[in-house]
T-cell receptor
Framework: GIQVEQSPPDLILQEGANSTLRCNFSDSVNNLQWFHQNPWGQLINLFYIPSGTKQNGRLSATTVATERYSLLYISSSQTTDSGVYFCAPKLDSGSRLTFGEGTQLTVNP | KAGVTQTPRYLIKTRGQQVTLSCSPISGHRSVSWYQQTPGQGLQFLFEYFSETQRNKGNFPGRFSGRQFSNSRSEMNVSTLELGDSALYLC???????????FGPGTRLTVT
């Protein structure tokens, strides 16, 4: 099956700093989503981005499908950005998402 | 529009028992997928249901099963519970095809 690697595994920032999270995947995909898992475990949708670039406030994402990677940018980080960020590409026509191991982000005040 | 709902939110069971978890998708969504999250294995796909049919299945033993009803609500069942089944079980719904999936809050199962 598809392999998904996220880096870095852990990231500690001061409030106001910027960061880039990376997701590499081993096969061509027809969908890719980024999620933020809150402390209660719910996965919050950040981006649905099979290709190209999207922005939503302080967050933006870029997927280069031909080179099999996606990036999540967080600017002017806030303590509420803390948590685990997952990328999840989808390979086939069904709905199976394959998750990476996530990046644990800690933003200190 | 209401989000994906899952019941119960928390559950404690004893080894050897069985358990049924429920998931109600977003209105209009016909695809429901289930995932298991554990500290050791991360987030793993269990199965997907679409129009009451299992369309895709992950690498889990037959003790894990599911079904979908005509209103797209889905249940998953785990029989003969083992300690290793302790996990957060997440359900996601979407329209058919390569569309964005939305997750429910999860059911946290503890097996003692």
């Amino acid at each position: 099956g598809i392999q998904v690697e996220q880096s870095p595994p852990d990231l500690i920032l001061q409030e106001g700093a910027n960061s880039t999270l990376r997701c590499n995947f081993s096969d061509s995909v027809n969908n890719l989503q980024w999620f933020h898992q809150n402390p209660w475990g719910q996965l919050i949708n950040l981006f649905y981005i099979p290709s190209g670039t999207k922005q939503n406030g302080r967050l933006s994402a870029t997927t280069v499908a031909t080179e099999r990677y996606s990036l999540l940018y967080i600017s002017s980080s806030q303590t509420t950005d803390s948590g685990v960020y997952f990328c999840a590409p989808k390979l086939d026509s069904g709905s199976r998402l394959t998750f990476g191991e996530g990046t644990q982000l800690t933003v200190n005040p | 529009k209401a989000g994906v709902t899952q019941t119960p939110r928390y559950l404690i069971k004893t080894r050897g028992q069985q358990v049924t978890l429920s998931c109600s998708p977003i209105s209009g969504h016909r695809s429901v997928s289930w995932y298991q999250q554990t500290p050791g294995q991360g987030l793993q796909f269990l199965f997907e249901y679409f129009s009451e049919t299992q369309r895709n299945k992950g690498n889990f033993p037959g003790r894990f099963s599911g079904r979908q009803f005509s209103n797209s609500r889905s249940e998953m069942n785990v029989s003969t519970l083992e300690l290793g089944d302790s996990a957060l079980y997440l359900c996601a719904s979407s329209f058919a095809g390569p569309y964005e999936q939305y997750f429910g809050p999860g059911t946290r199962l503890t097996v003692t």
